[in-house]
Nanobody, 125 residues
Framework: QVQLVESGGGSVQAGGSLRLSCSAS????????MGWFRQAPGKERERVATMTGYVISDYDYADSVKGRFTISRDSAKNTLYLQMTSLQPEDTAMYYC?????????????????WGQGTQVTVSS
C-alpha cells in the first residue's frame, strides 16, 4: 500500500521561505516519478514541480515558480522535498505530494496514481 505523507506547510509573510517534505512508503521510491501539485480555492489543481526517477532526473517546474522553488529527493530516506523561497500571496494553496509507478512524469494531475493528504501553505502580503 502506497502512502505519501506531507509536512512542512504553514503561514509566512511574502518573501519568506518554507520547505515541504513528503515521506513515501510502499513504492520503489528511487525509480518513481514524484511531484508536487497545488490547488487554491476555486482553482484547478496544477503541477508545481516534478522529477523523474533513477540516477539522472529530469525536472519540470511551473513557470510561476521557476527560480524560486526547488524539488529534490533523498532516496535513502524515501523523502521528497520542495524548497520554496521568495513566497508570494499567489503561492497560497494546498500543496500535495504525488507519485506514479513509472519514472515518466506527465503534467496532468489525473495521470498520478498516488496522493498525499496535502499541507496548507498561506502567504500573507
Amino acid at each position: 500500500q502506497v502512502q505519501l505523507v506531507e509536512s512542512g506547510g504553514g503561514s509566512v509573510q511574502a518573501g519568506g521561505s518554507l520547505r515541504l517534505s513528503c515521506s513515501a512508503s510502499g513504492l520503489t521510491f528511487r525509480s518513481a516519478c514524484m511531484g508536487w501539485f497545488r490547488q487554491a480555492p476555486g482553482k484547478e489543481r496544477e503541477r508545481v514541480a516534478t522529477m523523474t526517477g533513477y540516477v539522472i532526473s529530469d525536472y519540470d517546474y511551473a513557470d510561476s515558480v521557476k527560480g524560486r522553488f526547488t524539488i529534490s529527493r533523498d532516496s535513502a530516506k524515501n523523502t521528497l522535498y520542495l524548497q520554496m523561497t521568495s513566497l508570494q500571496p499567489e503561492d497560497t494553496a494546498m500543496y500535495y505530494c504525488a507519485a506514479r509507478g513509472t519514472s515518466y512524469c506527465p503534467g496532468l494531475p489525473g495521470a498520478y496514481n498516488y496522493w498525499g493528504q496535502g499541507t496548507q501553505v498561506t502567504v500573507s502580503s
